[in-house]
């Protein structure tokens, strides 16, 4: 698809065992001029399906208003029942800067897409990451709080949760949805030549935001347990600000307190091209380096 301006969609939708119903929903990206599916995965005991598709700014956000519609007519969430937190038949839609965008663009595409889906569906938007109206709503874990079921009490409190876009309370059937801009989100993870987790643990306080670390970087301590080593396991949401290597470093400088060594790492799906040249930029003290320098994306 030789497009210009690329934006990436990675909607979560609240149905992951009637995969008919999620067919239908995922059919609103197939066969559109502009947008391209790239995958699409439900899982049965989270009762969950994550879409991920790309397209140029318009195409996508109709396609992505198509999509909404289906769910609210397809998913009731008073029927709903799965592990991983949920409040809307669509949760959460977020909207990346991929190719010649920026966040900002992905901002005006995402309050695009929630005031014709609003209007459309009589679904209800609350606006979060950098797309949010107010500090308390940045995070998605808190606009989430209460889930479906203790919402429509949440949002009696119109002064903290007004939607932003639609009805002021749930839509009876399809809850309240998440929708905004944010960066690219890199997993990303570091393997210890340890079995000692706490060591992971620890180190993972060392540089995650909550306790006082990256600003970008989310954290945790896992068991590798096939090979009986720790991980210190992460999410960077803004690679531009807190960068792969950075973590990399500090994570191998904490790992030396306790005589450990860091025998790798990985990165988990897809990574912006950006992010490794900014690597490779400053482990080999390159200057003046440029994207354009990259031969592939000369073609």
């Known amino acids: 698809m030789g497009m210009n301006q690329i934006i990436e969609c990675v909607p979560n939708f609240s149905e992951g065992r009637d995969l008919a119903k999620v067919e239908k929903i995922v059919d609103s990206f197939r066969g559109k001029e502009g947008v391209k599916l790239l995958d699409y995965t439900s899982d049965k005991d989270h009762n969950r399906s994550v879409v991920t598709v790309i397209g140029e700014p318009e195409p996508l956000r109709d396609a992505m208003v198509e999509a909404i519609g289906k769910a609210v007519e397809l998913i009731d969430m008073t029927k709903h029942q799965g592990q991983h937190p949920r409040m809307g038949c669509v949760d959460v839609v977020p909207f990346i800067p991929i190719k010649n965008v920026t966040v900002e663009d992905a901002d005006r595409i995402a309050k695009e897409t929630a005031a014709i889906a609003a209007e459309k569906f009589g679904q209800p938007f609350f606006l979060y990451e950098q797309s949010a109206t107010a500090p308390h709503r940045e995070n998605l874990a808190s606009v989430r709080k209460g889930q479906f079921e203790g919402m429509a009490e949440k949002m009696k409190d119109q002064e903290k949760w ?17 929708i905004g801009a944010r960066m690219p989100l890199i997993a990303y993870n570091i393997n210890l030549d340890t079995s000692n987790l706490e060591i992971a643990k620890k180190i993972a306080d060392k540089i995650r935001n909550i306790k006082g670390g990256f600003h970008y970087c ?56 950006q992010a490794l040249v900014d690597c490779t930029e400053y482990y080999l003290g390159l200057e003046d380096f440029s994207m354009d320098q990259v031969l592939e994306t000369r073609l």
């Open 162 to 178: 007004k939607p932003d876009f639609g009805p002021n309370t749930i839509h009876p059937t399809g809850g309240v949805t998440a």
């Open 218 to 273: 989310k954290a945790m301590g896992v068991m590798l347990e096939d090979r009986n080593i720790a991980q210190v396991s992460m999410n960077l949401t803004d690679y531009t600000r807190t960068a792969v290597y950075t973590v990399f470093e500090t994570v191998r400088m904490e790992a030396r307190r306790y005589g450990v060594n860091v025998v790798g790492s990985e990165i988990v799906g897809l990574v912006p091209l």
